[in-house]
């Protein structure tokens, strides 16, 4: 027995009995060492023989050491120089592997260490020479573990023998080593230097001083290298080697770290021993060293291995401290994270400590961010091993409570264990003590919102199943936010925003998971949310620019950040921080010169990713061989690397870097080509970039191979049938158009930066700097035709793309679009936009094509003429299926669900052949109808599990048949397929309306799920259960937020009359069931299907619910039966003993004339009916109405509507009485006011018309009567006025003061009141104004303050005195405001030099400077449009409303000093804000210009936008008029807001002129005008010279702003629509002068911005040149609405604008009847010397000609039209004829530019 072997077999045996349990185990070794020695001392072979079967049977049940001591004494037999023992060894090793289930191989490599160290022991001993040996006892071991051949034996294992050699540093050891070079055919030399790593770590861990020396000084003379040239070599493995035995040899390692250092000329210290020392030497080291650690622990085979990585990984975070451990935090984290994936117990114990020491070891302050990851990290192994995760968390959570608390909220996801118990108790307080601070749902949805948007997928799964959670428990409050005001909650949006980017994003769980909570938060109508931020495909916004841009570099290393962060293993983090790495290089980031590149770009990080980026500016980072992609096979896609998408785009982006020869751009590129086998978002986000570069430097051939790549997935994707491209071509086709839309955009910005070039030359010979030549880039798109890819995008529901490819397809062949409309018209249908398929029609010249009509009908949503159009066609072509399908949507889609089935039935019976196409809509009929017995027959036919309503039968028959786990497993598949569709559908667009009938489905598998929980116990989720009464009121808040549509509501009131079913027969489900067919009866009418309103009606007729005879009333009014409808009423009524006579009045059954409570509501409203009817129809007189009326208000006295429409007939019937009995008139005043103050106590529907007429009634009364009184009614008049004085001062009490606010502009105007009385009550709700919202009053007043009328500005200081008396506080704050509008008049008015284009406030206006930087300085916010608009509660008790204005309004901190001078006229000042809130705000001080008008314009428009939100019909176009602040601060100058990213159309067009060469200069323009008459008059000079030298140009605009195509096609739509809203606003009240300058647009949307309102109420046509066109509309903007023009979306916004306005004419009437009194509104200059100016309020008659002329215009009633009053379709067509007319067009002011 050797040496080595008898120790080994003693300190086992000392282990064994260390513990009593092994007290046996080392009985046993005890026994085997005595009687091994005697036997080898005896040479007693046959005892030897006995003892080694001994061994081998013990092997063969024995585990962990005990094990090992067997098979090293088999190994010492093996060895023997005894022929027997050798073959009973032999065969004793063998079954010791057998019964292990192990190959021998294996069996050593679990020992190797051990064996290898017996192995060595043995061959050196051995006396016969080194060849001799190595064949006999090497090649025995190699014979008996099965090992190939010696070579390869040693070739594994030379890295533990070598070492084991080196350290006897013998003769006989040279030999043996140099005899293992010549086996492997290795250099000797080699073999030590590439092994010395392993030499030099055994011995400093294994040795003592003494051999070492001997040991090291033995390989320098072996390897003929000095030490320290070894040590050079390989000094980062070595410190790698060394530093994996830390952990169990940690004096030897930290003392071979001394000697390291001390040798390590780089590091220069006078004296190295303190742990400080080596962890600094330690440091620029530190990420290689983990990254070895990472790679062993990746390789490790046995348990050893794994152990000893994390046992040293825990000493080293102890060693290296926290600064450095915090610097590499994110490394270390991803070790860890791999370690859990260890199985073993024992490991994940270690793993654990790793952890804990982990946490201990990185500062709070950057722990903090990454709690919510270590949690989610953690989380899989917190219930079983709760114990081993505790210490963890307790640190993180109770120890470091005060310092980590604001980062709980987003770790509430901890499971409940006892070890975890302390933790858990810590949370829960934190979360109650927010919760006692009376946290508001918003901010809990704002913090785990933080979650969701996590870098981690962990943490976003975690955050999304508790955001699921939330918002299950908030359902009622999310509803809340999107119905109580005007204004959805923008956290509302902003949790939909995510979703949708989540679902486009993300993995199918996580994509799962956002389905949920779509489906739990509804489906949110999109025109109620604001408009999201714009991404292109895949979510990513477009980087403009080049790739050695700082931007650029800023932007890839921000993404490269992410992924190292987000990397899911150690190896693709690896290959991230390479690439990093080496564009940190690239770019120089490690100069320390200030103002080189690379120190600018790295001051463009922020702290979080400086910290990421730093420990890579010194690393070391290789890689090994590359691909040569010369000879991959082309084209990839489909290939073997292009079998799915991730390895295609991360070949193809591979390929194309490969091209790529610029050395620069190489640089950047080439180091990213590892990860992207890792990470397919990374190429993505390379591929447009790495796609320019290659074309650029590629070969004719290069290019052509890359143009075939992008044919042969377009060709790919058309071979699908119509929107059914597969998943894998489709999402490379996506990416394909994302990197075209890079490349069409890097064109144009090349073109811009070429003329920009050429413009900027200082002499026209000197050479243009050379720019990257875009023209190659230009030629390769040219040759991609664009009708391909029109219909490759049309393939992949790209729609939009599909649209723009179309429109510039048609733009290059003008003559095919007749015979491609019909493409055309599919797209839109597509696109779900009805307005543009009629636009198409419109267009066309064959109108009468049954296709094209039926496309426009079912895109209207008229299906009952659709269903005509397919009847027609089925008569003509039975045999064509897709006439059946069309006509069986449509019956679907009108509810005629009984006539469906039976058709179906029908055609099926003649062609059994169709069932697979046609079974779906059975299966929909039979689940609506809920015949499910014909559900199960049809179901049992369908084998298409994908289709929805085929999923949905079988989940509610599952429901029905109370299988609970079948439907579970339904319920997760079907969600699975709508989550496909849906991302699909969004995955280009990004819009929520695009995917909305996904989102609609959504919404109702959560009902169903909600119901069966409730009715049949079936629990899918870990939900709370709801009651009846909870699920109802869901139901209707869920049923309010949603589009309102037919088509929309009709299928998920039909399914909750199926969910209705399943509960008990209760009275309360049955009248909901009953309430439901209600509602889709409502709906029905509403989109005209009268048919199917009338069947929905006979349902709930056995119900006697309250509201069946109100809605049958408003079906049989709608058909034109008036009196049926008045019948119908006045039977509902004698139904409850109740009649209505011929007078109106009531007649009550009993004799308290009293309803019962519960019916008020629903009798009201019959009675408004009733009256509204009367009075329309003339059936009674006035007196009898006016009675029906106050009936009303005498029911139900707390109802908005009844005071409402009293007040208004009141109103109405006082306009007939003649002027000259005002006594008669006085009478009515009073109740016209009473009533309308009692209406908006009671609600802010009619806010807009109520407090505007209550005002000027109360007002006038005392104007009118008070200056033309006469002595006969003097008294009469004294006595209303104080009756409607006291009305007034009730309504100043008891309405909350924010009603009065709405109408802030139309007090102020009358502060002039020459009534005492009244302006006393004025001056008190404008003070009580003041005191309740001072930071807008205070705005609104600046110009009354500083007025030059004296009596306005007393008046004013009056009600400032008023207010400071109620609010001590206000005195500051009035006299800081005050004082800063002065000097913001300063500012205005400051004199410019001419040339001058900045200056300096500092410098100019140190007033201004001063007043903000005093500290005592007053809040005052800054004057902005979302600062001063109210946003008014829509609920009916609207006296609980806590403001209209949000919370924390950005307030005036200081201005900044540069002032950028505008080179227009007036010389006006661009200033900045900064704000509060840390953010800049862009205002323009404009002197010398009146902007009271304007303002008053805004007020209007914003008006116009409230009532136009409302309108279903315009808030699903997102119809809109952009708004902006405007302030005047006197008569002559104020502020206006600045909008950012607009450009004047003027402005826009001369650029684009100017680079196609063709600019008209403004000297040439004027001689054309002046000598029209050479040209036969202005007529023929526009048709011959000014429009052929102007061609349309204007929709090039749109393709070079908008960088994809979806933000392009909703960009026009935008342009369209707000063109449209804005044209006729500015028709109804005489807007002119839209010129090209007053007309911007907004680079970010396409909306149109109308600026400078000075030219309203028609004044265009009394200029010299006078305005003929009602708007602009000239050739260039029709040009940019696509191939239609103003068909279609343009017009449609136009009629749906005109009606909004109609049916809002009085309110809106009522608001311009204000300007009348307002001397705000400059109708006609009042001279200064003019006596009156300073007395009283002017009353100017001219106003109300204009007015009158308004509201002719409102109703159509025009000028030129003669007879009744047009419809808004007869409109709108005679006023775009005007605005498009030649003639007219051609008679504009040549200033106008009606050729542009």
């Known amino acids: 027995m050797s040496s080595s072997t008898e120790d080994l077999l003693g300190s086992v045996q000392n282990n064994f009995a260390a513990t009593p349990v092994n007290s046996l185990n080392g009985y046993v070794v005890s026994k085997i060492k005595s009687v091994l020695s005697k036997a080898l001392k005896e040479t007693n072979h046959s005892l030897l023989e006995t003892i080694y079967l001994t061994i081998g049977q013990i092997g063969r049940i024995a585990e962990g050491e005990l094990l090992l001591v067997a098979v090293i004494a088999l190994l010492e037999g093996l060895l023997s120089s005894f022929g027997a023992i050798i073959a009973v060894a032999f065969d004793q090793i063998r079954l010791v592997a057998k019964s292990k289930s192990l190959s021998p191989d294996k069996l050593f490599n679990r020992f190797k260490e051990k064996l290898c160290e017996i192995l060595i022991d043995s061959i050196h001993e051995n006396p016969l020479e080194s060849k001799s040996v190595i064949e006999t006892a090497i090649g025995e071991v190699v014979r008996v573990f099965a090992f190939k051949d010696i070579g390869t034996f040693l070739k594994n294992f030379l890295y533990l023998l070598l070492p084991r050699l080196t350290g006897k540093a013998s003769k006989n050891a040279a030999g043996l080593l140099r005899e293992f070079a010549t086996v492997l055919n290795m250099d000797y030399y080699l073999m030590y230097v590439d092994n010395f790593p392993y030499i030099a770590t055994f011995l400093i861990t294994n040795c003592n001083s003494e051999v070492q020396e001997k040991a090291f000084h033995f390989v320098e003379e072996e390897s003929t290298v000095d030490l320290y040239g070894l040590l050079r070599s390989s000094s980062q493995k070595l410190l790698g080697q060394l530093l994996l035995y830390l952990g169990s040899h940690y004096t030897e390692v930290f003392n071979g770290l001394l000697m390291l250092a001390g040798w390590d000329e780089m590091f ?45 990984l825990i000493h080293l975070m102890k060693l290296m401290g926290v600064e450095y451990i915090t610097a590499v935090r994110v490394k270390i984290m991803a070790i860890l994270r791999a370690s859990l994936q260890l199985r073993e117990e024992k490991l994940l114990r270690l793993s654990c400590r790793a952890w804990n020491s982990f946490v201990k070891s990185v500062e709070l302050s950057s722990l903090g961010p990454m709690l919510s990851q270590i949690i989610a990290i953690l989380y899989p192994v917190m219930k079983e091993y709760a114990e081993l995760v505790a210490p963890v968390l307790d640190y993180l959570i109770v120890d470091n409570r005060s310092q980590l608390r604001g980062f709980f909220r987003e770790i509430s996801f901890i499971p409940d264990a006892p070890h975890l118990l302390k933790a858990n108790n810590v949370l829960k307080e934190e979360l109650e003590r927010d919760s006692s601070g009376e946290i508001e749902p918003k901010e809990k949805f704002s913090q785990i919102m933080k979650s969701v948007c996590h870098e981690s997928a962990d943490v976003r799964l975690h955050a999304l199943s508790n955001l699921r959670r939330i918002l299950y428990d908030y359902q009622s409050q999310i509803h809340e936010y999107v119905l109580s005001s005007e204004k959805t909650d923008p956290i509302v949006t902003e949790i939909v925003d995510e979703l949708l980017r989540r679902c486009r994003l993300a993995n199918s769980k996580e994509r799962n998971l956002c389905g949920e909570c779509l489906g739990i938060i509804g489906a949110i109508d999109p025109g109620r949310l604001e408009k999201v931020s714009e991404l292109s495909s895949f979510g990513r916004k477009f980087l403009e620019s080049d790739c050695d841009s700082l931007e650029f570099a800023c932007e890839l290393l921000n993404e490269l950040s992410r992924g190292f962060l987000a990397a899911p293993d150690t190896r693709s983090q690896d290959c991230y921080a390479y690439a990093i790495q080496e564009i940190l290089k690239a770019f120089d980031c490690a100069s320390t010169n200030e103002i080189s590149f690379g120190q600018r770009l790295w001051k463009m990080f922020p702290e979080n990713i400086q910290e990421i980026l730093q420990p890579h500016l010194h690393s070391r980072y290789t890689i090994g061989t590359s691909i040569d992609w010369s000879s991959v096979q082309l084209p990839i896609f489909r290939s073997k690397k292009g079998s799915n998408f991730k390895d295609w785009v991360s070949s193809w982006t591979a390929y194309l870097i490969s091209k790529i020869k610029k050395k620069n751009s190489s640089n950047i590129f080439a180091p990213c080509i590892l990860l992207l086998k890792h990470d397919s978002n990374m190429g993505l986000f390379l591929l447009p970039h790495a796609l320019i570069h290659a074309l650029l430097d590629s070969s004719s051939k290069d290019v052509s191979d890359i143009r075939q790549e992008i044919l042969t997935i377009m060709e790919d994707v058309e071979k699908g049938s119509v929107h059914d491209a597969s998943d894998f071509s489709q999402i490379c086709a996506q990416a394909v158009f994302s990197a075209l839309d890079h490349l069409t955009h890097w064109t144009f910005r090349q073109i811009r930066k070429t003329v920009l070039a050429a413009k900027n030359r200082k002499d026209k010979d000197d050479p243009i700097q050379p720019l990257l030549n875009h023209e190659d880039i230009t030629k390769f798109l040219r040759s991609i035709p664009q009708d391909i890819l029109a219909n490759a995008s049309y393939k992949c529901r790209a729609n939009a793309r599909a649209l723009m490819h179309f429109e510039m397809f048609a733009r290059n062949n003008p003559n095919d679009l007749q015979k491609n409309l019909r493409f055309l018209q599919e797209i839109y249908v597509a696109l779900d936009e009805p307005d543009g398929v009629a636009g198409v029609v419109a267009v066309s010249e064959d109108r009468n094509s049954v296709n094209k009509q039926v496309l426009e009908f079912e895109s209207i949503g008229n299906l009952r003429d659709a269903s005509a159009c397919y009847e027609c066609a089925i008569q003509l072509e039975s045999n064509e299926l897709n006439h059946h399908k069309g006509l069986l949507q449509c019956l679907m889609g009108l509810g005629q669900l009984s006539t469906a089935l039976a058709h179906v039935n029908g055609i099926i019976s003649q062609q059994s052949s169709w069932i697979s196409a046609l079974n779906k809509y059975r299966v929909e009929a039979a689940w609506r109808l809920a015949n499910w017995d014909c559900l199960q027959e049809y179901l049992d036919n369908d084998q298409d599990c994908s289709d929805w309503n ?101 299928p998920l009131l039909n399914l909750r009359r199926v969910l209705l079913g399943f509960g008990d027969s209760s009275k309360q489900l049955k009248e909901q069931q009953g309430s439901c067919w209600l509602l889709s009866a409502k709906e029905a009418r509403k989109a005209g299907y009268i048919q199917t309103a009338f069947s929905s009606l006979l349902n709930p007729c056995s119900f006697n619910l309250p509201g069946y005879h109100i809605e049958k009333a408003k079906l049989l009014w709608k058909q034109g039966g008036c009196s049926q409808a008045l019948q119908c009423l006045k039977d509902a009524f004698s139904d409850k003993n109740i009649t209505i006579n011929e007078g109106g009045i009531i007649d009550w059954a009993d004799k308290d004339g009293s309803f019962p409570s519960e019916d008020k509501a629903g009798h009201a409203k019959a009675l408004l009916l009733v009256a509204r009817w009367t009075e329309d129809t003339s059936h009674s007189n006035s007196h009898a109405v006016l009675k029906q009326y106050k009936n009303i208000t005498e029911i139900r006295n707390d109802w908005e509507l009844g005071h409402f429409y009293l007040a208004k007939y009141y109103d109405r019937f006082m306009k007939y009485v003649p002027d000259n009995k005002p006594t008669r008139m006085l009478e009515f005043i009073p109740h016209v006011i009473k009533h309308y103050a009692l209406s908006l106590q009671h609600g802010n529907k009619f806010i807009y018309e109520s407090m505007p007429r209550l005002l000027t009634l109360w007002l006038d009364i005392g104007s009118k009567f008070s200056v033309n009184r006469v002595k006969t009614i003097e008294k009469n008049f004294v006595a209303v006025l104080s009756d409607v004085n006291k009305i007034i001062l ?71 005195t008023k207010a400071k008396r109620d609010c001590s506080d206000l005195e500051k704050f009035i006299n800081d405001a005050t004082c800063l509008f002065d000097r913001l008049l300063d500012v205005c008015n400051m004199p410019v030099s001419r040339n001058c284009t900045t200056i300096s406030l500092s410098e100019n ?75 800049e705000y862009t205002m323009m001080c404009k002197p010398k210009d009146d902007l009271r008008k304007d303002s008053r314009l805004m007020e209007f428009n914003s008006l116009i936008n409230k009532y136009l939100h409302k309108d279903a019909d315009a808030r699903r176009r997102t119809l809109h008029i952009r708004t902006y602040a405007v302030v005047p601060l006197n008569e002559e100058c104020g502020i206006l807001e600045w909008v950012n990213n607009t450009a004047g159309l003027r402005h826009i067009l001369l650029q684009l002129y100017k680079e196609k060469g063709i600019l008209c200069t403004g000297r040439e323009l004027k001689n054309l005008d002046a000598n029209a008459d050479k040209y036969g008059g202005k007529l023929k000079l526009f048709e011959t010279e000014l429009l052929p030298r102007h061609p349309p140009v204007f929709h090039e605009w749109f393709l070079r702003t908008f960088t994809d195509s979806i933000s392009w096609y909703q960009s026009r739509l935008a342009y369209a629509r707000t063109v449209a809203v804005m044209s006729m606003v500015g028709y109804v009240l005489g807007l002119g002068d839209r010129h090209g300058e007053n007309i911007l647009f907004d680079s970010t949307s396409g909306d149109a911005v109308h600026v400078d309102f000075s030219c309203l109420f028609n004044k265009g046509k009394t200029f010299d040149c006078p ?130």
């Not at 309004?1449 to 200033?1471: A, E, G, H, N, W």
Request: hydrophobic share 40%; glycine share 4%.
């Open 1290 to 1360: 009730d309504a100043i009490e008891k309405l909350p003061p924010y009603k009065f606010f709405t109408a802030f502009s139309q007090l102020i105007s009358r502060i002039c009141h020459p009534n005492a009385s009244i302006i006393n009550i004025l001056e008190k709700i404008i003070a009580k104004l003041m005191v309740e919202y001072p930071q807008q009053s205070i705005w609104l007043m600046a110009a009354v303050s500083k007025s030059s009328y004296s009596l306005r500005r007393s008046r004013c200081l009056e009600i400032f």
């Open 1405 to 1479: 206006c140190r007033s201004l400077v001063r007043l903000t930087n005093d500290p005592s300085f007053s809040a005052i916010i800054c004057p902005l449009q979302s600062s001063m608009t109210a946003i008014l509660s829509s609920k009916t008790n609207s006296q609980t409303m806590r403001g209209p204005f949000p919370d924390n309004l950005p307030t005036i901190v200081k201005f900044k000093d540069k002032i950028d001078v505008l080179m227009s006229l007036q010389k006006p000042k661009k200033i900045v804000i900064r704000g509060s809130d840390g953010k």
């Open 1667 to 1796: 305005e003929v066109v009602p708007f602009r509309l000239t050739h260039n903007m029709i040009d940019a609405m696509g191939p239609t023009g103003y068909e279609g979306i343009y017009r449609r916004a136009c009629e749906v604008t005109m009606r909004v306005m109609r049916n809002q004419c009085d309110p809106l009437m009522t608001v311009l009847k204000t300007f009348v009194h307002d001397p705000l509104v400059e109708w006609g200059k009042i001279r200064r010397s003019d006596p009156s100016r300073d007395h009283v309020e002017v009353t100017n008659e001219l106003a109300l000609k204009i007015v009158k002329d308004i509201e002719d215009r409102l109703k159509g009633n025009t000028s030129k039209s003669k007879g009744p009053a047009l419809s808004v379709e007869g409109q709108v067509n005679e006023l775009v004829k005007e605005a498009t007319d030649v003639n007219n067009l051609s008679q504009m002011y040549i200033g106008w530019a009606a050729y542009m």
């Open 950 to 1050: 085929v999923g949905l039968g079988r989940l509610l028959l599952n429901a029905r048949d109370r299988n609970h786990e079948e439907f579970a497993k339904q319920l997760k598949f079907v969600r699975k397929g709508l989550m496909e569709s849906f991302s699909a559908s969004i995955m280009e667009s990004g819009s929520l309306q695009q995917g909305y009938d996904s989102l609609v489905r959504l919404h109702m598998l959560h009902e169903v799920e909600d119901c069966v929980r409730l009715f049949l116990g079936i629990t899918v989720s870990d939900f709370h259960k709801i009651d009846e009464q909870m699920l109802l009121a869901n139901w209707n808040s869920r049923l309010q937020i949603t589009q309102h549509s037919f088509k929309i509501r009709e």
């Open 268 to 312: 220069k210290r006078d004296e190295i021993k303190s742990v400080k020392d080596v962890a600094d030497y330690l440091q620029p080291k530190l990420l290689g060293i983990l990254t070895f650690f990472n790679s062993s622990l990746l390789r490790a085979a046995d348990f050893e291995e794994k152990k000893r990585p994390l046992e040293s």
